[in-house]
């Protein structure tokens, strides 16, 4: 059996499929991680979800922010921004098994075997792995669950920006949710920065990558992300970021997790955004 995990693929199917052709992938033997954002602002969110759901426990896919978005949209939450492409999520014929399936995605996975962890963005830096699973469940069973309409109402904003035990309600889930699919840059104290999206080094000081946070507690874990187009493919510190940008005509990037080293398979892609 071998593992792979595959970075954002934002509706971008073709690519998926010939991604899935490089690496030879066997559905009855081979097992995908998906790191989320498997819709929107490609042309194909339907048929990628259908696809990834096809493969029943052959995949596991944590929430990304667009996957959320997309349900807090379905909710009447929040109002369709004009890029956004998942209409076709929305006026399918399936659109409520579609949608169904997308709201029961997690927002963290830790797998102990492999010794790696899944996480869209990344973990906030007072966090453990244990503590990221655990808040991860917390949240999740929100959204999950009969009061999720009334996450999705809170769902939207920057604030608080920084971890705190005695965080309660919608502020604490809010936290929770920014922490594991939106989180870039942090500042030394552990506060998160939304402004900056550009690769390391273009940030200004004393900001740094979360993963480069000395004080980062999740360092005994390997993590996996997406979500940072701009960062590219990333080995180093501890983590593996896997976005390298497919949407905006860039490749879309595989890699093998079960060996005894990482092993990377990318395949060009077509251009969707300027």
């Known amino acids: 059996m071998a593992l792979y995990a595959i970075g954002d693929v934002q509706g971008c199917y073709d690519s998926l499929q010939r ?11 081979d097992q ?5 954002d498997l819709v929107n602002r490609g042309p194909q969110s339907a ?5 990834v759901a096809s493969l029943g426990e052959r995949a596991v896919t944590v929430f990304g922010n667009h996957e959320l978005h997309l349900l807090a949209v ?25 949608l169904s399936w997308i709201a029961n995605l997690r927002l963290a996975h830790y797998d102990p075997r492999v010794g790696f962890a899944l996480v869209h ?6 966090w453990s792995i244990t503590d990221a699973i655990g808040l991860a469940a917390e949240a999740e069973a929100i959204i999950h669950g009969p009061e999720s309409v009334r996450f999705f109402d809170h769902m939207y904003g920057d604030l608080p920006d920084r971890w705190s035990d005695s965080l309660t309600g ?13 989180i870039r ?22 900001l740094l990558p979360w993963f480069q946070l000395p004080e980062r507690r999740s ?16 080995q180093g510190d501890g983590v593996i970021g896997l976005d390298t940008g497919c949407l905006w005509g860039r490749r879309l990037t595989a890699v093998r997790l079960d060996g005894d080293t990482p092993q990377f398979t990318s395949v060009p892609c077509r251009a969707y955004r300027d």
Request: proline share 6%.
């Open 19 to 29: 991604l899935l052709e490089a690496v030879r992938f066997d559905p009855k033997r």
């Open 32 to 36: 995908l991680w998906f790191t989320g």
């Open 47 to 51: 048929e990628v979800v259908r696809y």
């Open 74 to 98: 379905a909710a009447g939450s929040m109002s369709a921004l004009q890029q956004d492409t998942f209409d076709d999520i929305l006026r399918a014929k399936d659109s409520e098994h579609l």
């Open 121 to 126: 963005a990344g973990l906030l830096p007072q």
């Open 170 to 182: 919608s502020d604490r889930r809010r936290l929770i949710v920014n922490g594991l699919t939106r």
């Open 185 to 206: 840059f942090c500042y030394p104290d552990g506060r998160m920065d939304y402004r900056c999206n550009g690769p390391p080094g273009s940030q200004n000081d004393p």
């Open 219 to 234: 360092r005994d874990v390997r993590i996996v992300f997406g979500h940072w187009s701009l960062l590219g493919l990333w």
